[in-house]
T-cell receptor, first 113, second 107 residues
Framework: NAGVTQTPKFQVLKTGQSMTLQCAQDMNHEYMSWYRQDPGMGLRLIHY???????DQGEVPNGYNVSRSTTEDFPLRLLSAAPSQTSVYFC????????????FGDGTRLSIL | AQRVTQPEKLLSVFKGAPVELKCNYS??????LFWYVQYSRQRLQLLLRHISRESIKGFTADLNKGETSFHLKKPFAQEEDSAMYYCALSGDDKIIFGKGTRLHILP
């Protein structure tokens, strides 16, 4: 099993551009989530999903969209990138819910110019 | 709403000395608490969870509901313990992380 796979690993965007960060897991996990990691701020929850077809907002959802059309994939979309969205983004998954240990991806380092 | 507080951004400890990383939480329900660790150039990974009451790599953490704390402890620090440590709380289908504490083990 590859576990949680995030692509791309690095990306540079210009302000106003849109892009999708990909997250896929091959463990048949129901629960998936997206975090951003910023110096001095820790990990902040952007969006999460308790199963296919169900998504909900976390602590910092503004400027981001998600969808969960399959169990395996949980893409994160930036509609109009802003410099404040420069960050490292982590995707995580767990078998059933948030009470179980989370499996993290390697992260995507995103810079918005 | 859940809240996790890690008061120390950086903790420097000499090798062989005891380590305590502080974590306090706020949550109206019954919390599930975790410690995650991120070593340099590695993925964030689970260190331990309160429900299992295990000792992992010599670390332990006890949930104190009266003080709403879940401090991480190790009696003798090792150089390989240098990493970023995050306390996390699960509740209402969400996992909220603290801001993290960087542990630096001095030789």
């Amino acid at each position: 099993n590859a576990g949680v796979t995030q692509t791309p690993k690095f990306q540079v965007l210009k302000t106003g551009q849109s892009m999708t960060l990909q997250c896929a897991q091959d463990m048949n996990h129901e629960y998936m989530s997206w975090y951003r990691q910023d110096p001095g701020m820790g990990l902040r929850l952007i969006h999460y999903s308790v199963g296919a077809g169900i998504t909900d907002q976390g602590e910092v959802p503004n400027g981001y969209n998600v969808s969960r059309s399959t169990t395996e994939d949980f893409p994160l979309r930036l509609l109009s990138a802003a410099p404040s969205q420069t960050s490292v983004y982590f995707c995580a998954s767990s078998p059933n819910d948030s009470n179980q240990p989370q499996h993290f991806g390697d992260g995507t380092r995103l810079s918005i110019l | 709403a859940q809240r996790v507080t890690q008061p120390e951004k950086l903790l420097s400890v000499f090798k062989g000395a005891p380590v305590e990383l502080k974590c306090n939480y706020s949550y109206s329900g019954s919390p599930e608490l975790f410690w995650y660790v991120q070593y340099s150039r590695q993925r964030l990974q689970l260190l331990l969870r309160h429900i299992s009451r295990e000792s992992i790599k010599g670390f332990t953490a006890d949930l104190n509901k009266g003080e709403t704390s879940f401090h991480l402890k190790k009696p003798f620090a090792q150089e390989e313990d240098s990493a970023m440590y995050y306390c996390a709380l699960s509740g209402d289908d969400k996992i909220i992380f603290g801001k993290g504490t960087r542990l630096h083990i001095l030789p």
